[in-house]
């Protein structure tokens, strides 16, 4: 599976962004998606993901409220829909699939990854 991450750009706080992670191939049957971000200098830590069937979601502290993920499975595609932006979300954000169908938050449970896009939030 590669996957194929997008929408990333950047905007002032408060602003809104949508990411998009595009899998090469069917994604659905028993595989929960998430999003993971790494700032410089940071380690990589997670921010949302999702079950297979959208049933579960989950998401860190730091977006709860902010941040909605969601998946088409007919498309093949995840989506991180982040509104409020804040200086403090800036990082490239990662897309995975998991090894599980439910909801993950940590990184061994992920298969693969995408390239990254970068996000950038000015105060």
């Known amino acids: 599976v590669q996957l194929q991450a997008s929408g990333g750009g950047l905007v002032q706080a408060g602003a809104s962004l949508r990411l998009s992670c595009a899998a090469s191939r069917r994604t659905s049957s028993n595989n929960g998606m998430g999003w993971f971000r790494q700032a410089p200098g940071k380690e990589r830590e997670f921010v949302s993901s999702?079950?297979?069937?959208?049933?579960?979601?989950d998401y860190a502290d730091s977006v709860k409220g902010r941040f909605t993920i969601s998946r088409d499975n007919a498309k093949n595609t995840l989506y991180l829909q982040m509104n409020s932006l804040k200086p403090e979300d800036t990082a490239v954000y990662y897309c995975a699939v998991a090894l599980t169908s439910s909801t993950s938050r940590t990184r061994s449970t992920y298969r693969y990854w995408g390239q990254g896009t970068l996000v950038t939030v000015s105060s």
């Open positions: 999702i079950s297979w069937n959208s049933a579960s979601t």
